[in-house]
């Protein structure tokens, strides 16, 4: 209650007060309404109000969020207008527009013509005074915005003549073709409306529509039917003679004596004998050509009339075999015979249908204008843009619009005919018909089609476009935004715009961004490389890999206590291999069943979780670890002697470490008359007494007699044991040199059991034991031990031990100061020590690794008896089995194999035992 008071108390104190001061931001009146409101809301226009349930709070104006309205919101529309996306700034007050293609300026609010693509078919573009938008200036036949529709005022959409309409809202078009025209651009021929062949002629559509051919009446010939042809025609009456002239336009008549005319069908009196009287030899009987015949003996005649008469002086006209009408006309006898009248074919008009009616005729092809002259004796054509020739029938390439979208007209076969060179993407007789295999129809690698018999084309596009010319985005099947980005597309399609997944950036999210990914696990530090198209990671202690994903033992502290780690399952996992005395994942827990923990058989305790032990230690032990001798507890004197062994075999051996092996033994002892004595005997060819029993009486006398006695100390000569085991036996343990018969009595033998005659060494060690009850330990040291050598002195495995196995003086220590009595096992502790240095050979690693094998499977293995131990040395000391672990044979020997065969470089190391 008192906490509560304290809180709420300042503000009883002021609540009468003018003013309130709260956070630094507002600050507010006495009166909750609005226009007390003194909010701070700085965002655009947000305004602070009032509220029951929120109290004093701001509301934001459109494109700015959070409490107080300070920050920025991009997913506001009105930022980054026509597709543009907008960035906030770093400190989230501001932003800036990435615009999509055509569009620029702070908020993509101006057109970009030189980015965007506006105009399609060919437009230019060109921005607004204000920039907001564009017009497009369109090429001929297109208009509409973005010149997307027909235009049929200015394009060349219907050939000779047809009419344009625009249809489909304009996006498409419709041709209404002029007679002698059809098709989709008016193209072809239409032989059902047109008048292609003069003068009675037959019209045939040939070339799939885009040609016709001619078949001609008599006396008419040419592609159109409008020459003359003589051959055929009966143009001169009366026996004329017909000629062509001007290839075949027009015609000539050579008359016949007493005729006249274009066509020869006029009287002509001048060179005509119309008018004879007498006999038929020099009358006139017979008109007209005809021929008298005189009958009944000359009273009278008879006349046969030339063709186009008849009567009996050929007088009258005969329509039947005349050709009074030219140019296809009928021909009617009138006024009894005596005359004829023409009803003249389109085209001719005149007496004797021989004068031209361009009225009636089609002289003039292809929508040219016909023009008498010469009072209808002959006529002329002014032709329509793309024709010429007399009667416009021929190509005019320099006025025709014969060849369509740009293709070249060349004029052929005289004039008859065009021939038109396309520009890419055309083809056909006009350059009207599509043609994928030139054109690019297509964009961005899509398929052209051609379609509505080549009038039109169709696309197939490739993945990630779309449109009629494949030249849209399409984020529904494009791959435009790697590694899970999402597309969207914008400017109408014309563009798109990704949202990347974490960790990626760029148009196409295909730039790392270290801001926002998680490539660096474990704390690993990340850095864009490779202008972004790569990581690198900066990995903490104790990780490795491209990210930081996999375990690296090396800078890694993930074994304690001397533990060695091991990369496993690839480097995404490790495995320690703890020190004696430690065990868990970490190395992190104390080990009660290791042999180094409570030593001497003493029992461990675990403690604070297994984080630590404590030790009940065996009879004589004392120390945290049991690792020292109770003086204060009942032990046993001893006289102990040292033989060392300074032949020449056992120079590898070195003196030193005899010495310190030597020194820290005697050291756990107290030394004296009434303790514990120590004689030194070195031997070669014959062995040397250095000191005796009673040479030094305590423990800082016998340390400096160790030293002085082994200071000058030469290895050489034969090992003669045998005679060191005697002067042991005859002199050593006399009463006069110090030894006691009441206490225990030791022989070390530190050697490398490279020894002459074996058979003496036996008896001598046998006599040795049996005359002073001494005990005999053999320590091995050498570079080369011969253990057969050893056994033979100390008769068990149980009392052989290596020199550099420290476990080795316990157990000794034990044994010479509280008697065999304590010792809980019957078994003895075998170290195997190799050699892993360059020189041994192979044959004799291979002879040791055999013996190695065999004393193992020889040996009897358990808790309650033998036990052995593996290490190597050569650089260092390494231990791979240890007691206490109570490994199976088969065990200890594939350990034995991988310890003695490890290899470094080239270089395989070397063991023996």
Request: charged share 20%; proline share 1%.
């Amino acid at each position: 209650m008192h906490v509560w008071l304290v809180l709420i108390l300042p503000v009883l104190l002021h609540c009468n007060a003018e003013e309130v001061h709260q956070e630094p931001h507002h600050l507010v009146k006495r009166g909750a309404r609005a226009s007390n409101c003194y909010h701070r809301c700085p965002g655009g226009d947000g305004r602070c109000a009032y509220t029951s349930g929120k109290g004093y709070h701001c509301i934001c104006s459109q494109g700015w969020t959070a409490t107080y309205c300070s920050v920025i919101d991009c997913s506001y529309s009105g930022y980054c207008i026509n597709g543009g996306t907008c960035i906030p700034s770093a400190g989230l007050t501001s932003y800036t527009c990435t615009c999509a293609n055509g569009w620029t300026g702070d908020n993509c609010q101006t057109v970009d013509c030189s980015t965007g693509d506006y105009c399609e078919n060919g437009g230019s573009c060109h921005p607004t005074s204000d920039s907001t938008d564009y017009v497009c200036t369109c090429t001929a036949g297109w208009k509409g915005k973005s010149c997307h529709l027909r235009d049929c005022a200015t394009g060349d959409y219907c050939s000779n003549g047809g009419t344009c309409s625009e249809v489909s809202n304009g996006t498409e078009y419709q041709c209404s073709c002029t007679s002698g025209r059809k098709g989709r651009n008016c193209h072809l021929r239409d032989c059902t409306t047109g008048s292609y062949c003069d003068n009675g002629g037959t019209c045939s559509e040939v070339s799939d529509g885009y040609d016709y051919l001619c078949t001609c009446t008599s006396g008419w010939k040419g592609m159109n039917c409008h020459l003359r042809d003589c051959d055929t025609g009966a143009y001169c009456s009366n026996g004329g003679t017909c000629d062509e002239i001007d290839g075949g336009s027009d015609y000539a008549c050579s008359c016949t004596s007493g005729w006249k005319g274009r066509n020869c069908h006029l009287r002509d009196c001048e060179t005509g004998s119309f008018c004879n009287n007498g006999d038929c030899a020099t009358g006139n009987y017979c008109y007209n050509g005809g021929t008298c015949f005189e009958v009944s003996d000359g009273y009278d005649y008879s006349c046969t009339c030339t063709s186009g008469w008849k009567g009996r002086n050929c007088h009258l006209r005969d329509c039947a075999t005349g050709s009074y009408c030219d140019n296809g006309g009928t021909c009617s006898e009138v006024s009894d015979g005596y005359d004829y009248q023409c009803a003249c074919t389109s085209g001719w008009k005149g007496r004797n249908c021989h004068l031209r009616d361009c009225d009636t005729g089609a002289y003039c092809s292809n929508g040219g204008t016909c023009d008498e002259i010469d009072g209808g004796s002959d006529y002329a054509c002014s032709c329509t843009s793309g024709w010429k020739g007399r009667n416009c029938h021929l190509r005019d390439c320099e006025t025709g619009s014969f060849c369509n979208n740009g293709g070249t007209c060349f004029e052929v076969s005289d004039g008859h005919d065009y021939s038109c060179t396309c520009t890419a993407g055309w083809k056909g007789r006009n350059c009207h018909l599509r043609d994928c295999a030139t054109g690019n129809y297509c964009y961005n690698g899509g398929t052209c089609f051609e379609v509505s018999d080549g009038y039109d084309y169709s696309c197939t596009c490739t993945s990630g476009w779309k449109g009629r010319n494949c030249h849209l985005r399409d984020c529904a099947t494009g791959s435009y935004c790697d590694n899970g980005g999402t597309c969207s597309e914008v400017s109408d399609g014309y563009d798109y715009q990704c949202a990347c997944t974490s960790g990626w950036k760029g148009r196409n999210c295909h730039l790392r961004d270290c801001a926002t990914g998680s490539y660096c696990n474990n704390g690993g530090t990340c850095s864009e490389v490779s202008d972004g198209y790569d990581y690198l990671c900066g990995c903490t202690s104790g990780w490795k890999g491209r990210s930081c994903h996999l375990r690296d033992c090396l800078t890694g502290s993930y074994c304690y206590n001397g533990g060695t780690c091991a990369e496993v399952s690839n480097g995404y996992d490790y495995q320690c291999t703890c020190t004696s005395g430690w065990k868990g994942r970490n190395c992190q827990l104390r080990d009660c069943e290791s042999p180094s923990r409570c030593l001497h058989d003493s029992k461990c305790n675990l403690i604070e979780d297994g984080r630590n032990y404590t030790c009940d230690c065996s009879y004589g032990w004392v120390g945290d670890n049991c690792q020292d001798i109770d003086v204060c507890t009942p032990y046993k004197d001893a006289d102990i002697v040292f033989l060392i062994d300074i032949s020449e075999s056992a120079i590898t051996c070195r003196v030193n470490t005899f010495k310190e092996y030597i020194q820290d033994f005697v050291s756990y002892f107290p030394i004296g008359a009434d303790h514990f004595q120590f004689a030194l005997v070195t031997f070669a060819l014959q062995p040397q007494v250095l000191f005796y029993f009673n040479s030094h009486t305590d423990n800082t006398s016998l340390q400096t007699g160790i030293d002085d006695s082994m200071g000058n100390i030469t290895c050489e000569g034969p090992t003669m044991v045998y005679k060191a085991l005697d002067l042991v036996a005859s002199e050593i343990f006399k009463e006069e040199n110090g030894a006691r018969n009441e206490v225990g009595r030791y022989v070390f033998v530190l050697t490398d059991g490279l020894f002459s005659n074996p058979s003496q060494n036996r008896e001598s060690a046998y006599l040795l034991n049996s005359q002073t009850n001494a005990y005999i330990y053999t320590i091995a040291a050498g570079r080369f031990v011969n253990p057969k050598g050893l056994l033979d002195i100390s008769s068990s495995y149980r009392n052989t031990y290596p020199i550099e196995m420290q476990d080795s003086v316990q157990s000794i220590l034990k044994q010479t100061m509280f008697g065999c009595e304590g010792c809980k096992r019957r078994g003895s502790d075998i170290t195997m020590l190799f050699d892993v240095s360059s020189d041994t050979s192979f044959e004799e690693l291979h002879a040791f690794l055999k013996a190695g094998t065999f004393l193992i499977q020889n040996t009897k293995l358990s808790e309650n008896n033998s036990d052995i131990s593996i290490a190597t040395f050569g650089e260092e000391y390494v231990t791979h089995a240890q007691v206490r672990e109570n490994k199976s044979a088969e065990e200890l020997v594939q350990i034995l194999n991988r310890a003695v065969h490890r290899t470094d470089g080239k270089r395989q190391f070397n063991a023996c035992i």
